[in-house]
């Protein structure tokens, strides 16, 4: 089993709004990652946690806030974004080897 | 982190061998050749990874030279549904830094 379950799949939201995005994976990965993805450019590392802790935050501005509340769960918490922030974000997994497991990721829409 | 240099772009045609190489002059001796698949709307999803030599699984191979300064992905007797972008990527065993490079937009024709 190589799954990682994203929810929600398409988010609207406005300025004000603050929501939250979820990933959740069953696979038993150290390490969590989350990625920004615009229209046909590559996906932009976010963030990564190892053994549920950030290791990595690529400057991401603070309106992002990444949680992992246990090591199956990853959740991306947003407030006041812009709608510059529209895209796809995806979550990933991957234990030692660095092969990594991608969700089918969260449609995100700023309006 | 090595960079690597893949062609922007490829057409080939339905029950060709497509190969795509990538450059990546400044790999290191811990660095590993990772290669995905991204359909649109879709997360990418893994292919194939290696070392030297060759690697070869039920969906492709990656050949790589004894100076491992380049690798070449082989998709053989590709059809319509090969059609994505395919990613090289060189990431150290232990390091979680997993950055993805402009890719390869593959379409296979009729």
């Known amino acids: 089993d190589t799954e990682v379950t994203q929810t929600p799949k398409h988010l609207v939201m406005g300025m004000t709004n603050k929501k939250s995005l979820k990933c959740e994976q069953h696979?038993?990965?150290?390490?969590m990652y989350w990625y920004k993805q615009k229209a046909k450019k590559p996906p932009e590392l976010m963030f990564v946690?190892?053994?549920?802790?950030?290791?990595i935050n690529e400057s991401v501005p603070s309106r992002f806030s990444p949680e992992c509340p246990n090591s199956s769960l990853l959740n991306l918490h947003l407030h006041a974004l812009q709608p510059e922030d529209s895209a796809l974000y995806l979550c990933?997994?991957?234990?030692?080897?660095?092969?990594?497991?991608f969700g089918e990721g969260s449609w995100l829409t700023v309006v | 982190l090595a960079k690597t240099t893949q062609p922007i772009s490829m057409d080939s045609y339905e029950g060709q061998e497509v190969n795509i190489t990538c450059s990546h002059n400044?790999?290191?001796?811990?660095?590993?050749i990772t290669w995905y698949q991204q359909f649109p709307s879709q997360g990418p999803r893994f292919i194939i990874q290696?070392?030297?030599t060759k690697v070869t699984n039920e969906v492709a191979s990656l050949f790589i030279p004894a100076d491992r300064k380049s690798s070449t992905l082989s998709l053989p007797r590709v059809s319509l549904s090969d059609t994505a972008v395919y990613y090289c990527?060189?990431?150290?065993?232990?390091?979680?830094?997993?950055?993805f490079g402009k890719g390869t937009r593959l379409h296979i024709l009729p």
């Open positions: 696979m038993g990965h150290r390490a």
């Open positions: 990933a997994s991957s234990q030692e080897l660095n092969t990594i497991y």
């Open positions: 400044n790999i290191a001796t811990n660095d590993y």
């Open positions: 990527l060189v990431v150290q065993r232990r390091d979680d830094k997993i950055i």
């Open positions: 290696g070392y030297k």
């Open positions: 946690y190892s053994y549920e802790k950030l290791s």
